[in-house]
């Protein structure tokens, strides 16, 4: 299950920081502190910001919506994320139902040149609540988890910096909104506008497919499975400010199942995010504890493994 996961849940953070790209290339972390650059309060409006144009019902077009917040983003040098993500999980067998629910909040800031993350994360689940404490840069992956430090092998921090390069970038993610563009439909929401589509079946396919292409994850295994994929809704709202043309917020819900062998499995999940304090994050500094921290070995993955 631990792939299906991040399939969606890759999908669900692309939708959230879809407008918070860098049209220029990211460049590599250089230091523990990361300072964003001089000048970072955020404008009233944003240079490339000048109003859209209208269509006959007073809001922009989706091609040119999605064209001013790529614009936007230039400007864009820093934010601070807020997402809760819940997800139920049921596998049902011959011999019953497991059902695995999962409440997960996630508080993050972002400089996106030179790139570096911060994340608090809990995890609430049956077994018990954990916490979870990151920093990553292109100079290394920190985790600490119910208070021990770790250093996460380069290779895992590499993957995890080319995932969130791909999420940030703007072109990348026209090449999924254009997908899906017939189906959206934009609406005024007090000072944001509001972009909004359902999707199901192949088109989510090709949503979760243009992720796993982009992080380098799709293998034969994941592509099996994503044949199997029953997608009955996914539904998907992103609101950006009319000025600045700023994200704001997203909502991603997703209802599917899929058989797999004699099990059933069905999945729910719902993520809300905010965005905020753009342009407001000066520095992301790493405790001494976790650089002084040992790096640690991770397991090889099975080679052959016989369930998802």
Same mark, same amino acid.
């Given at each position: 299950?631990?792939?299906?996961?991040?399939?969606?849940?890759?999908?669900?953070?692309?939708?959230?920081?879809?407008?918070?790209?860098?049209?220029?290339?990211?460049?590599?972390?250089?230091?523990?502190?990361?300072?964003?650059?001089?000048?970072?309060? @955020?404008?009233? @409006?944003?240079?490339? *910001?000048?109003?859209?144009? +209208?269509?006959?019902?007073?809001?922009?077009?989706?091609?040119?919506?999605?064209?001013?917040?790529?614009?936007?983003?230039?400007?864009?040098?820093?934010?601070?994320?807020?997402?809760?993500?819940?997800?139920?999980?049921? %596998?049902?067998?011959?011999?019953?139902?497991?059902?695995?629910?999962?409440?997960?909040?996630?508080?993050?800031?972002?400089?996106?040149?030179?790139?570096?993350?911060?994340? /608090?994360?809990?995890?609430?689940?049956?077994?018990?609540?954990?916490?979870? /404490?990151?920093? %990553?840069? !292109?100079?290394?992956?920190?985790? +600490?988890?119910?208070?021990?430090?770790?250093?996460?092998?380069?290779?895992?921090?590499?993957?995890?910096?080319?995932?969130?390069?791909?999420?940030?970038?703007?072109?990348?993610?026209?090449?999924?909104?254009? *997908?899906?563009?017939? !189906?959206?439909?934009?609406?005024?929401?007090?000072?944001?506008?509001?972009?909004?589509?359902?999707?199901?079946?192949?088109?989510? !396919?090709?949503? *979760?497919?243009?992720?796993?292409?982009?992080?380098?994850?799709?293998?034969?295994?994941?592509?099996?499975?994503?044949?199997?994929?029953?997608?009955?809704?996914?539904?998907?709202?992103? =609101? %950006?400010?009319?000025?600045?043309?700023?994200?704001?917020?997203? /909502?991603?819900?997703? %209802?599917?199942?899929?058989?797999?062998?004699?099990?059933?499995?069905?999945?729910?999940?719902?993520?809300?995010?905010?965005?905020?304090?753009?342009?407001?994050?000066?520095?992301?500094?790493?405790? +001494?504890? @976790?650089?002084?921290?040992?790096?640690?070995?991770?397991?090889? =993955?099975?080679?052959?493994?016989?369930?998802?």
């Amino acid at each position: 299950m631990k792939k299906w996961t991040t399939i969606f849940m890759g999908v669900m953070l692309t939708a959230a920081l879809a407008g918070c790209g860098n049209n220029e290339k990211l460049k590599p972390s250089e230091g523990a502190a990361t300072a964003a650059p001089a000048g970072n309060a @955020a404008p009233e @409006a944003s240079a490339s *910001a000048a109003p859209a144009e +209208q269509t006959s019902d007073g809001v922009p077009s989706v091609e040119d919506l999605i064209k001013k917040t790529v614009a936007a983003s230039d400007q864009l040098k820093s934010f601070e994320m807020e997402s809760q993500v819940k997800q139920k999980i049921n %596998v049902k067998t011959a011999q019953g139902d497991n059902a695995q629910d999962t409440d997960m909040t996630t508080k993050s800031k972002f400089i996106k040149e030179p790139l570096t993350m911060h994340q /608090e994360i809990l995890m609430k689940t049956a077994q018990g609540d954990q916490k979870i /404490e990151q920093y %990553v840069t !292109k100079d290394g992956f920190y985790s +600490q988890t119910n208070g021990a430090w770790m250093k996460l092998p380069a290779t895992m921090g590499q993957q995890v910096i080319t995932a969130m390069q791909q999420s940030t970038n703007p072109e990348k993610q026209l090449e999924q909104f254009k *997908a899906i563009s017939e !189906k959206t439909k934009i609406t005024e929401d007090g000072d944001n506008y509001m972009l909004a589509a359902e999707v199901s079946g192949d088109d989510v !396919k090709e949503l *979760a497919k243009t992720y796993m292409n982009q992080t380098g994850g799709s293998d034969q295994q994941m592509a099996a499975m994503m044949e199997q994929m029953n997608i009955k809704t996914m539904n998907i709202a992103y =609101a %950006v400010d009319k000025k600045t043309y700023f994200p704001t917020r997203t /909502e991603v819900t997703m %209802v599917m199942d899929m058989i797999n062998g004699d099990q059933t499995i069905s999945i729910d999940m719902d993520m809300k995010a905010t965005i905020s304090d753009h342009n407001k994050v000066d520095e992301i500094k790493i405790p +001494q504890e @976790a650089l002084d921290a040992k790096e640690v070995e991770m397991p090889s =993955a099975p080679s052959a493994p016989t369930t998802p």
